[in-house]
C-alpha cells in the first residue's frame, strides 16, 4: 500500500479516480492472468497476452516491460494480503483448532478473492520464480517463508497446549500436508462452481481436526 | 508392458541384455527428468537436456524426436504402475481405514520409487499437457480418472459402512483434499531427505484417519 493511499483512507478522503493508464494495466493484468492460467507462465507469449486483452503488441510492451512484469504485478499485493491473514489467524487470541479453521477458511478464500492471480502464482511454483537472484524474488521468498511459519505455528501451539493430541507428531510434516491439501485446489476448484470456498473450508477444516474415523 | 518381456518372466528366461541404444535412450531420458525438476517443461530445450547429459543436440535428435517424446517416455510406465497401485489398494479385502493407509503409503513410495519422472508429471499439470488431443493424452486422462476415481471409492465405501463417520461428508472433496495433500509433497519433499516416505505416509494417514484433535 503507498502512503497516498494510506493518508487518504486516514483523512476519509475519496479514493483518487483511476486513470485511463491505470485501467488499461489492470486490463493486462487480468488479461495475463487468464493466459497464464490456461498456457503456464513459460508457454505463454505477450502476444498471447495481448489478443485475449485486444491490444496489440506494441500496446502491451507501452504499458508493461513484458510478460514478467505483468506477472509480479499480479502477485505483489495479493500475495502480501494473504500473508497478513495468515498472521492475523496465528495470532488470534483463541484455541489452536479455531486458529486453524480461520486459516484454512481465509487462505480459500483469499484464493477465490484474488483468482486467479493467486492460482496462478502457486501453479507456478513460487520458489522457483523467485529464485532469479532479483529484490522482488527475495521478497517473495521471505512472504512464502512467513505464510510457511503462521500454520507452523498454529499446529505447534495445538500440540504443545494438548488442545491437538501430539505424541511424536512432527508439526513441520502436519503444516505441509494442510497447506498441500489447500494449495492443490488450484488444480481442480471452481469458485464459481457448486461448492462454496467456505463449504469447502469447513470439509478441510473438519477431516484435518476431527479426522475420518468415527469417535 | 510388452509380450516378449512376459513371456520372458513366464518362462523364467533372463531379461535380454540392454543394448548400447537402450542404454543412451535411458540416460536421456534420467537426464531429461531432472532438467525439467529444475527449470520446467516449458522453458527447457534440447539443448539444456544434452548439456546434462553430455551429449551434442544431434545426439539427443538421434535417440528422440524431441522433449516431449522424451516426457513421454518418462511418465508412461511411471504412471500406469501407480495406478494400478491405487486401484489394488481400493479393493483389497480390509476395511476402508486400512485401504487408505495403502494408498497413501503407495503413493508415496510410488513417488520415491520413480523420482523425480513422477513429480515432474504433477508439477507439469497432468490434465493440461495431456490436453493436446493426441492419443497419448487421452490414455493419460483416462490414467487419471482412474486413479482419482480409486481413491474416491475408499473413501465412500468408509462413509457408507460406517468405518468413517459420515453426517453430510462430501467423499469427493475428501478424496480431493488427500489426493492435494500428497501430491503436494513435488514442491517439498526430498526422497533422500530425513523423512523416509513410510514415516511420512504414517504422518498423513494418521492426520486424515485421526485428526488433530484430542480423543
Redesign the interface.
Known amino acids: 500500500m503507498n502512503i497516498a493511499k494510506n493518508s487518504a483512507k486516514r483523512l476519509g478522503v475519496a479514493k483518487p479516480i483511476a486513470t485511463e493508464y491505470d485501467r488499461r494495466r489492470e486490463e493486462l493484468v487480468g488479461a495475463a492472468a487468464m493466459v497464464f492460467k ?6 505463454t507469449t505477450v502476444d498471447d497476452i495481448g489478443r485475449r486483452a485486444k491490444m496489440d503488441r506494441a500496446t502491451v510492451y507501452y504499458y508493461f516491460r513484458g510478460k514478467k512484469e505483468l506477472f509480479r504485478e499480479m502477485v505483489n499485493e495479493a500475495t502480501s494480503e494473504n500473508v497478513h491473514m495468515a498472521e492475523r489467524a496465528a495470532s488470534l487470541d483463541q484455541p489452536a ?1 479455531e486458529k ?1 479453521r480461520e486459516l484454512i477458511e481465509g487462505l480459500l478464500q483469499s484464493y477465490v478473492k484474488h483468482y486467479p492471480y493467486l492460482y496462478v502464482y502457486v ?1 507456478e ?1 513460487m ?2 520464480l523467485s529464485k532469479d537472484g532479483s529484490a522482488w524474488g527475495k521478497q517473495m521468498i521471505a512472504l512464502n517463508h512467513r505464510f510457511d511459519h503462521a500454520v507452523f505455528k498454529i ?1 505447534q501451539e ?1 500440540l504443545k497446549t ?4 501430539s505424541s511424536d ?2 508439526p513441520k ?2 503444516a ?10 488450484h ?3 471452481d469458485p464459481k462452481g457448486q ?1 462454496s470456498s467456505t463449504e ?1 473450508a469447513r ?2 477444516s ?10
Chains 1, 2 share one sequence.
Open positions: 490456461e498456457k503456464g507462465f513459460a508457454a483448532r486453524l501453479q511454483d520458489l522457483r499446529v495445538g494438548g488442545d491437538f493430541s507428531r512432527d510434516l502436519i505441509a500436508g494442510i497447506i498441500g491439501m489447500c494449495n492443490w485446489t488444480r481442480w476448484f461448492v469447502l470439509v478441510f473438519d477431516l484435518v481436526l476431527n479426522g475420518l474415523l468415527l469417535r
